[in-house]
């Protein structure tokens, strides 16, 4: 079992930075691949960024290539996202998901969902 709470959402002007922590419980985070999702208002649930246990392989949605930085730090248990360039686009609740395993870009194959944390971006 693993518990995770997201933080560091908030209202930034677009081309803005944010960074998005996810906190993770238990003993085992390294065990895990942390994906970061996001919904936006009418929209479904869709893969932002990926990254594997050790930290060593990341994959990202394409519209966000070169402004988000996923990124994990194992022994503080914690997943950040650094999100710089900031588009009205991406407005939307984010949401930290882990799962054992290869990663995957599809929600129902993660077990484990943190709260979500809202970022707007204001034109």
């Known amino acids: 079992q693993v518990q995770l709470v997201e933080s560091g959402g908030g209202v930034v002007q677009a081309g803005g930075s944010l960074r998005l922590s996810c906190a993770a419980s238990g003993r085992t985070f390294g065990s895990y691949v942390m994906t970061w999702f996001r919904q936006a208002p009418g929209k479904e649930r869709e893969f932002v960024a990926a990254?594997?246990?050790?930290?060593?392989?990341?994959s990202y949605k394409d519209s966000v290539k070169g402004r988000f930085t996923i990124s994990r730090d194992n022994a503080k248990n914690t997943l950040y996202l650094q999100m710089n360039s900031l588009k009205p686009e991406d407005t939307a609740i984010y949401y930290c998901?882990?799962?054992?395993?290869?990663?995957?870009?599809?929600?129902?194959?993660?077990?484990?969902w943190g709260q979500g944390t809202q970022v707007t971006v204001s034109s």
């Open positions: 990254i594997t246990g050790s930290g060593g392989g990341t």
């Open positions: 998901a882990a799962r054992r395993g290869a990663w995957t870009p599809y929600v129902y194959d993660y077990d484990y």
